[in-house]
C-alpha cells in the first residue's frame, strides 16, 4: 500500500451502509480496515475488495465490548494507522413497540453498540485522525429518527439525538487540528436493518418497504464518499439525506371519546 493512499476506518461494515461504503470507498481507490461482528462475511468482504491497488484489513469485534475494540486498534498494522476517515455505521434498532411493552435487554443492546461502541472507536482512533491532520474526517451515521419523534422510536431514536450532539461537540473539538465532523443522517433506507429490528420477521420488513422507493445503502454510502473527498477547509456538518417517498405528517391530535 502507497503512503499516500487514505485509509477509511469503517464500522458496521458487514451489512447494510457499511457494507456498500466499504465498496464505495475501495473503488475510489481508498484501503481499508474493516470491522463487524460476523467474521465469515467479513472475510467474505475482504477477499471481495482486496487487490493490488486496495488492501483491506479486517477486525471482527463487537463494539460492544471495549476492551476488545481497544485491544484491536492498539495493535492495528504499521501500514494502516494514518487513517483518514472513520465511519461510525454500526448501529441497530430492535423492536417497534411502544414503550412500556419494550424489552429493556433491547434498549440497552442500542445504547450499547449505537452510543458506547460509536464513542468507543471513536475515542480511541482521535490520536490517528489528528495526526492525519487536514481532511481528516469523522462520519458518523446518525437517522432522521434523531430530530422526528414516532411511535415505538423510543431509544433507538435517543441513540441518534445522542449522535448528532456528540457529532457536533466533537466537532468543536477537533477543528482546531482539522480534523471534520459530519452527523450523516438517512432517512427510510431499504437494508438488512428492519429485518433485524422484526428480530428475523420477514413479512414485516417487506410490507415497511411495499409500494415504496426507499433509499438503497449505496445513495448513502455515495454521500460518505463526496463527504470524505471535500477540500480540507469544508465541514459538512450534518447531512439528512431521505427518499422523495418520506414525507411529513400532520402533528397526531389526541382527542378525547
Known amino acids: 500500500m502507497h503512503e499516500a493512499t487514505p485509509i477509511a476506518f469503517i464500522t458496521g461494515a458487514t451489512s447494510g451502509i457499511g457494507a456498500a461504503c466499504a465498496r464505495r470507498f475501495a473503488e475510489a481507490g481508498w484501503s481499508l480496515v474493516l470491522s463487524g461482528r460476523r467474521q465469515d462475511r467479513l472475510e467474505a468482504l475482504q477477499a471481495e475488495l482486496q487487490s493490488d491497488r486496495v488492501a483491506v484489513h479486517a477486525l471482527a469485534v463487537d463494539l460492544a465490548d471495549s ?12 501500514a494502516f494507522q494514518r487513517i483518514r476517515v472513520v465511519i461510525n455505521s454500526a448501529g441497530l434498532a430492535l423492536g417497534k413497540g411502544p414503550a412500556q411493552q419494550a424489552e429493556l435487554a433491547d434498549w440497552h443492546r442500542m445504547i450499547d453498540t449505537n452510543i458506547k461502541g460509536l464513542v468507543t472507536v471513536t475515542r480511541l482512533l482521535l490520536p490517528h485522525l489528528i495526526a ?15 430530530h ?14 445522542f449522535v448528532e450532539q456528540f457529532s457536533y461537540n466533537l466537532r468543536c ?20 436493518f428492519t429485518l ?20 438503497q445503502p449505496d445513495d448513502v454510502a455515495r454521500q ?11 465541514n459538512i456538518t450534518r447531512l439528512e439525506v431521505a427518499p422523495i417517498c418520506q414525507q411529513w405528517s400532520p402533528f397526531t391530535i389526541l382527542r378525547d371519546e
Open 132 to 146: 492525519t491532520g487536514p481532511g481528516a474526517t469523522v462520519i458518523n451515521l446518525g437517522s432522521i429518527a434523531g
Open 196 to 215: 433485524v429490528r422484526m428480530k428475523g420477521d420477514a413479512g414485516i420488513a417487506e410490507e415497511y418497504y411495499r409500494g415504496t422507493r426507499a433509499l
Open 224 to 234: 460518505a464518499l463526496h463527504i470524505a473527498e471535500l477540500p480540507p477547509h469544508v
Open 67 to 78: 476492551e476488545v475494540v481497544q485491544a484491536a486498534i492498539d495493535t492495528l498494522p504499521e
Open 148 to 161: 422526528t419523534p414516532y411511535p415505538g422510536g423510543h431509544v433507538y431514536g435517543a441513540t441518534k439525538a
Open 173 to 192: 473539538d477537533l477543528a482546531p487540528h482539522g480534523v471534520r465532523v459530519t452527523d450523516l443522517a438517512p432517512g427510510m433506507t431499504e437494508s438488512e
